[in-house]
């Protein structure tokens, strides 16, 4: 890991914000480190992030890669070492490194640099501070801590639960890491968290091709029990359908919403044609519904308010 201290926030001109970036640009098999910034201005949670004009100033504090402490927070010091200690397996995935590449390069290039024109009025792509988040968090986990809640989410995701690409450690697997993380954020100062139960749309044990038909054994777990949360990947698998390739998250979406709403994008009557098309060629047992069943088990299975709270993992 690699520390820059600075002396006030002012001293991050473009030129050094880039030059931070640079840090992170893929070149032949260079190896990256998480950087860790300690500066004299408090990222406090009364403002937007470092309440500067250039809002890139937030990529500083955007992701595990690279993370922004106050010098007299000794305990987030504390935190960001413990963290990127339990996460040392996790910088070696490409997916990590593919996304630290991709959001240095949307610092470099987010920004006009001609004088006049429109370029003062471009605003930046607008990264999200962690520090801030964390704070947010923590004040939604004290509240619902009062009282005995639990939680089911479905993970809808092609590669729920095989292990990430360039990763040395068996089973560091993309439901594993969302978990660990749920759980370092819940234990922060000895809150007792909720329980959350994050159940894949497939397991490995299934036996079948687990990544395919992706959209179809989403619909057969929302069919069969109730979930408050969606945790949807964009790109699915492959569908062992003729009629298509390449499945969709935002194919799922359109069913549900046609489901609750009575539209006919999913088929509706005795037709379900927007439904049956993604059911498998040679289905498994424990697959093997009709679009009847999964209309009637996905509205008695609603979630609270008769709505499924999305939150996009897409990568």
């Known amino acids: 890991m690699d520390v820059i201290l600075l002396d006030t926030i002012n001293d991050l001109t473009d030129s050094r914000i880039e030059k931070i970036a640079d ?71 490409k997916i990590a490194k593919e996304f630290i590449e991709f959001q240095s390069r949307i610092v470099k290039e987010s920004k006009l640099k001609v004088s006049g024109g429109h ?104 069919a069969e029990s109730s979930y408050d949360i969606i945790l949807l990947d964009y790109l699915l698998g492959d569908s062992s359908t003729s009629h298509r390739e390449r499945e969709y998250s935002h194919e799922l979406l359109k069913i549900i919403t046609g489901i609750f709403n009575e539209e006919a994008c999913y088929g509706g009557g005795e037709n379900y044609s927007g439904i049956i098309r993604y059911k498998p060629t040679n289905v498994k047992p424990h697959l093997n519904k009709s679009p009847a069943q999964i209309v009637k088990g996905i509205k008695l299975n609603r979630s609270p308010l008769n709505k499924y709270w999305i939150l996009n993992i897409s990568s």
């Not at 992170?24 to 910034?37: A, D, H, Q, S, V």
């Not at 450690?169 to 819940?186: A, H, M, P, R, Y």
């Not at 909720?194 to 749309?201: G, L, M, W, Y």
Request: with cysteine; aromatic share 10%; net charge neutral.
């Open 23 to 93: 840090r992170f640009k893929l070149c032949g098999n260079i190896t990256f480190k998480p950087l860790l910034i300690v500066g004299t201005k408090s990222l406090n949670h009364n403002s937007i992030g470092f309440d500067l004009p250039d809002r890139r100033k937030l990529y500083l504090d955007s992701s595990i890669w690279i993370r922004y402490i106050h010098n007299i927070e000794k305990e987030s010091i504390k935190t960001a070492f413990k963290e990127i200690e339990n996460h040392a397996e996790l910088y070696k995935t």
């Open 119 to 222: 370029a003062s009025d471009v605003t930046p792509f607008v990264f999200h501070s962690e520090t801030k988040m964390r704070y947010e968090a923590n004040k939604i986990i004290d509240q619902i801590s009062k009282y005995k809640l639990s939680w089911n989410c479905l993970l809808v995701d092609d590669y729920a639960e095989s292990t990430l690409s360039g990763a040395k450690e068996e089973g560091l697997t993309k439901i594993n890491v969302i978990n660990k993380v749920l759980n370092e954020v819940s234990n922060t100062d000895n809150t007792i968290s909720p329980a959350i139960t994050i159940d894949p749309v497939y397991k490995n044990s299934d036996g079948d091709d687990n990544s395919k038909d992706i959209i179809w054994k989403a619909l057969c777990k929302l």
